[in-house]
């Protein structure tokens, strides 16, 4: 399922609510913006960030397994969406 | 009838169920670690309320993963009853036995509080001793119990009739004010197409029983008999 060997890749993925989703915490964190004045907020979502370190033999190898990481465990596509950006891992 | 409590690390409803089945209904029922990978046995599976896995990532994520879950998977997909109590049902959508998914509740308020539910149908394994319309006071205790589905699942869910309970008054009325986490249609319970396996949020083991403020719970459990035949 995963390779064991190969360079060293940083996986971060970002996973956000669908905008179909209502997202309370957004709401609230926007309303405590408006509150301290900043009046030009028109809305925040809020998310999540992961970072996933992985072996695998290309750049192409690790966006599959990020993505594939991601359809099953990490987003639940039923209300979110992810997205996976792969660099090399320092 | 012999059920079955899965257990997770941070399940908090399993011993409530093993009560309420064991002592109050009176079946044989035992604890099934989520590291077991068999259900031999195992007539109707419960999966309890809790924090699974801490809620760690998406309440129920990682749970579905656990390895006891390969084993209710195809239980469920042999016809087997399963049902999903508040951390429970969680876990059944993830694990994608159970449509839609469930957010954080509307006003961002942890809701531990008595309910009243309507029954909207009765073929499934734990609602066939209820009638259409009954309405159930059971307890709640969720942060994370807002019932969303898109909207094309939404409509699918309704027209087949998988909606089990609703959130509403004590006359069975369902106004905006009973809708206290946001649950999309008033959605308390639902099932799958089979209408084998049912998730809901309102916990009928914890209210199972006259001493502890409420016995409606029991009837849900004691419908479970009628697929094993049993007479209450």
Redesign the interface.
Known sequence: MSESNGPIWLASVYVTL?T???D??GL?IADGLHTMGYDGVEDVRAG?YLQVRLRAASAEEAQRLAEEMSDR??A?T??ENYRCVIEPAS | MNFGVIVFPGSNGDHDALHAIGKVLGQPVRAIWHRETSLDGIECVIVPGGFAYGDYLRAGAIARFSPIMGAVERFARDGGPVLGICNGFQVLTEAQLLPGSLLRNAELEFRSQWVHVRTERTDTPFTSGLAVGDVLRLPIAHGEGSYFAAPEELARIEANGQVVFRYCDPTGAVTPATNFNGSLNHIAGVCNERRNVVGLMPHPERGAEAILGGADGLRILESALSVAGVRV
Do not use: D, E, G, S
């Open positions: 669908k179909v989703v209502n309370p915490q609230a999540k465990l990490l639940n039923v209300i």
